[in-house]
């Protein structure tokens, strides 16, 4: 296998197969690869086989079919690496032969039956980064963009640029509390005009506007953020100057050094002009940039909706309260997805907990609106692994059926309909996070319309043990190291089914197979509330532990 990039090969299943020239007019690695998924990829015959030998297709056989078997045999002859791989051989379901039945009035119809008893075709592991890829361009991009008002925009995706609509600041204002002032000093303290004549003279507030241009060798009161009368040429801040009561009854303001025209005095258009481009396209709609809507004179935004997921979590052994009791635990993905995904920028209603029956994840599946399904568990072959048969049911596409990175090998993502998705997460915590960060988290930023995280690479702060052939996701806190700066220290409870490690991480490495030394600099996937600070990253479970001290797993 190669490091994972777009185009190399799982097991020669990925791209074009074992031993066929790349020159031959094969087509994109990613179409490629989704043909090969969906078992509608060419079983290319030998040079000189004969006349009678032809190109076939497979149809659907949850996970490639025929096609995919020479990821397990044309590798030298080395069993699979799987320790923590779920998928069985002997699913009978799997296979299928013959042509399916016309769909009926009321939608699909179930497939026929499989004949014979052989057992099931490994799946075609897609590498790592293709998954990611194929993810991201499984639709052409968001959907038509909504006006909303500006309370209802966080969160969004500017469909438009955002102009000013008008200057900022619109007026010339101050930007201290003291005194507008007009030509060098001593001033003549003025009373506003509305002011009782025995009252102390208050000045121009924020908000109200000077009746009167202030005249040479003049000054007035003024608050933060009024507007400054025509006439000032600076402003006065309160503890520079000093007001003194003199003979004739008048008041003089007096300032040790003289104030420099423009002094604290915020010119009109300084921020911008109206017109101006105050952010692109695309850009997300923070708090912040509520702020500078509003203060820009917008009521309303044209962004991108938010995409809307729903969670199944699947599995009669799960709880949703409790202590682990009779065989049963607790359901630790329900907890966890619905708020990672509201971190994405993503509308998630709470997750709903689904028993292991196919005909319940047949009408859930059937009657969910969302753009996207997120399912756990139930990816794999075991006797209530419901999620591909109920695809084939629904007549689905499958476009990743299995990546080549652990924890999270049988995850899935499959077509609904043409704009709506499910995502299949294993049912092991870190496995579930490594198959949404995988699948889910491309498909949902290219539905929000949002711009992917800039490569960001880290070196590790001690070595990672690697998978022989595939990519590893491998939980990381950040340490501030005096000699080589910030590095990416891997972290204890790194299992499949494991938390511990996760709770206390700020991203997933991704290590390339074979593994990486201390000092390698690799890609880090950092989680959506990361801002370069974890808790816990040296408590106990804190540093990495190689696999052996975890009894191998990886």
């Known amino acids: 296998m190669t490091d994972g990039k777009c185009g190399g090969e799982a097991g020669g299943a990925v791209g074009r197969p074992w031993g066929r020239p790349a020159a031959e007019g094969h087509g994109d690695p990613f179409d490629d690869a989704l043909a090969l998924a969906n078992g509608t990829a060419p079983t290319w015959v030998r040079p000189g086989a004969g006349p009678e030998a032809t190109a076939v297709t497979t149809p659907y056989a949850a996970g490639g079919g025929a096609a995919a078997t020479s990821s397990a045999t044309d590798n030298g002859g080395d069993a699979p690496y799987t320790p923590d791989d779920p998928f069985s051989p002997d699913d009978p379901a799997a296979a299928r032969s013959g042509p399916s039945r016309s769909p009926g009035p009321s939608g699909p119809a179930d497939p026929v039956p499989p004949t014979g008893t052989g057992p099931r075709p490994t799946p075609a ?17 968001p959907p038509a963009p909504e006006t909303s008002a500006l309370d209802e925009a966080l969160g969004r995706t500017l469909a438009a640029p955002l102009t000013a609509l008008t200057d900022l600041p619109s007026f010339d204002t101050s930007a201290m509390d003291g005194w507008a002032v007009s030509g060098p000093g ?16 208050s000045g121009i507030l924020a908000g109200h506007a000077p009746a009167e241009a202030l005249l040479d060798g003049h000054a007035i009161p003024i608050a933060t953020g009024a507007r400054v009368p025509s006439g000032a040429t600076a402003v006065l801040r309160s503890e520079h100057g000093e007001v003194r009561e003199l003979s004739d009854g008048e008041r003089r303001l007096y300032a040790p050094r003289p104030a420099p025209p423009g002094q604290d005095i915020r010119p009109r258009g300084q921020e911008c002009r109206r017109g101006d481009q105050l952010l692109p396209a695309g850009a997300l709609v923070t708090p912040a940039v509520l702020g500078l809507a ?17 969670v199944f979590v699947l599995g009669d052994e799960l709880l949703d309260h409790g202590l682990p009791r009779e065989g049963r635990i607790r359901d630790a993905l329900g907890p966890m997805l619905a708020p990672w995904l509201h971190a994405l920028g993503i509308e998630a209603a709470p997750p709903r907990h689904l028993a292991d029956e196919a005909d319940t994840l047949y009408a859930a599946l059937a009657g969910s609106t969302a753009d996207v399904v997120i399912t756990t568990g139930g990816t794999a072959s075991g006797p209530v692994d419901h999620v591909h048969p109920t695809l084939r049911r629904l007549g689905a596409e499958v476009l990743v059926d299995g990546v080549a990175v652990r924890p999270g090998h049988p995850m899935l993502l499959a077509r609904l309909a043409p704009r709506r998705h499910l995502v299949g997460l294993p049912g092991n915590p870190l496995a579930a996070v490594s198959g949404l960060l995988t699948l889910a988290e491309p498909l949902l930023r290219t539905l929000a319309a949002r711009r992917p995280a800039a490569p960001y690479r880290t070196p590790l702060a001690a070595a990672v043990a690697g998978h ?10 950040y340490r501030d190291d005096e000699r080589h700066g910030l590095m990416a220290v891997p972290l204890r409870f790194h299992g499949p089914a494991m938390l511990r490690g996760i709770a206390s991480a700020a991203a997933l490495a991704v290590v390339p197979p074979g593994g990486a030394e201390r000092g390698t600099e690799l890609e880090l996937l950092e989680f959506p509330w990361s801002a370069g600070w974890t808790p816990g990253w040296a408590a106990p479970g804190g540093p990495y532990d190689p696999p052996e001290a975890t009894g191998g797993r990886v």
């Open 125 to 141: 592991a897609v590498p790592w980064h293709t998954a990611r890829r194929l993810a991201e361009r499984a639709v052409p991009g």
């Open 186 to 201: 001593p001033w003549r303290l003025d009373r506003p005009a509305d002011a009782p004549e025995a009252s102390l003279p």
């Open 294 to 310: 509003a203060a820009a004179g917008y009521d309303e935004l044209t962004a991108y909706r938010r995409p809307r997921a729903e």
């Open 468 to 477: 022989p052939r595939d990519t590893r996701l491998v939980p990381v806190a």
